[in-house]
Nanobody, 119 residues
């Protein structure tokens, strides 16, 4: 199973970015997808998560600005980020909880994509 992220970049405060996470490989289904971020010198933190039924949860710091979604047909997750702030600067990682062999759930990570917001 492979997760490939795209969409990061350098933007100014107040602008928007859309991250994508494409999941490929052999598996039965994706239970949940999430976006995490890690800023320099800080621990990795959950940004947003969406489960199979479409229920979402967000970090308080991004509520109202970020929207997580998924396209089950394309096995792809998205993170729409609006009104970006300098404190959103971090490496963003995609995570997927995937049902694989023997119907066990496995957790996979993408390679990360840099988001930099200038003031």
């Amino acid at each position: 199973v492979q997760l490939v992220e795209s969409g990061g970049g350098l933007v100014q405060a107040g602008e928007s970015l859309r991250l994508s996470c494409a999941v490929s490989g052999n598996f039965f289904s994706i239970n949940a997808m999430g976006w995490y971020r890690q800023a320099p010198g800080k621990q990795r933190e959950l940004v947003a998560r969406i489960i199979r039924g479409g229920i979402t949860n967000y970090a308080d710091s991004v509520k109202g600005r970020f929207t997580i979604s998924r396209d089950n047909g394309k096995n792809t997750g998205y993170l729409e980020m609006n009104s970006l702030k300098p404190e959103d600067t971090a490496v963003y990682y995609c995570n997927a909880e995937i049902v694989g062999n023997f119907y066990r759930t496995y957790s996979y990570w993408g390679q990360g994509t840099q988001v930099t917001v200038s003031s």
